[in-house]
């Protein structure tokens, strides 16, 4: 069964850092494309982050040189560090896959890890 | 950038009646556009890739149309699991990619 399962999240102070984690099953990280998306409360889907297959990265302006995107594939795992946080990185953040290696729409999402930014 | 803009961004309707989403991209995305439903507490969940084409177990009510700078989705039939935020999201021209604020659909 596909799936994906993030884990990390918590209450942590302006400028701190976090790790999320993705744990997957079903299927190889490392032959996907996956991405990050996080949700603001009350807000629409904002994406943060991207790794190809191929480890081509991307970030969202709003979080360039602050996270860093990575995966592991011993662990089927993929990953977002966090550091420098502040009170708008407040979000649910997804884990997601890429649904086509020629198209990005997103075909499996995690529940999600709530990230509150708050002193 | 591209932006996305949906609308409207509440709709009221009532069960068994048709339901029309829009969604317009600021420039041509072509048909790289995708629909996703989110109900409350859970992950958004695709439902039309494509513009047009259904994900695996979406039901048939659901329909997508629309390339371009126009698009939008159709359910033929509201049921009450139907009732939920809908969001585009445009594939043609990222990073970033983009999604529109979502538009609520509510019971009447």
């Known amino acids: 069964q596909v799936q994906l399962v993030e884990s990390g999240g918590g209450l942590v102070k302006p400028g701190g850092s976090l790790r999320l984690s993705c744990a997957a099953s079903?299927?190889?990280?490392?032959?996907?494309?996956m991405s990050w998306i996080r949700q603001a409360p009350g807000k629409g889907l904002e994406w943060v982050s991207h790794i190809s297959s191929g480890a081509t990265i991307y970030y969202a302006d709003s979080v360039r040189g602050r996270f860093a995107i990575s995966r592991d594939s011993a662990k089927n795992s993929l990953y977002l560090q966090m550091s420098s946080l502040r009170a708008e990185d407040t979000a649910v953040y997804y884990c997601?896959?890429?649904?086509?290696?020629?198209?990005?729409?997103?075909?499996?999402w995690g529940k999600g890890t709530t990230v509150t930014v708050s002193s | 950038e591209i932006v996305m803009t949906q609308s409207p961004a509440t709709l009221s309707v009532s069960p068994g009646e048709r339901a029309t989403l829009s969604c317009r991209a600021s420039q041509s995305v072509s048909s790289n556009l995708a629909w996703y439903q989110q109900k409350p507490g859970q992950a958004p969940r695709l439902l039309i890739y494509g513009a047009s084409t259904r994900a695996t177990g979406i039901p048939a009510r659901f329909s997508g149309s629309g390339s371009g700078t126009e698009f939008t989705l159709t359910i033929s039939s509201l049921q009450s699991e139907d009732f939920a935020v809908y969001y585009c999201q445009q594939y043609n021209n990222w990073p970033p990619l983009t999604f529109g604020q979502g538009t609520k659909l509510e019971i009447k």
């Open positions: 997601v896959r890429r649904g086509s290696e020629i198209f990005y729409f997103m075909d499996v």
């Open positions: 079903g299927f190889s990280v490392s032959d996907h494309s």
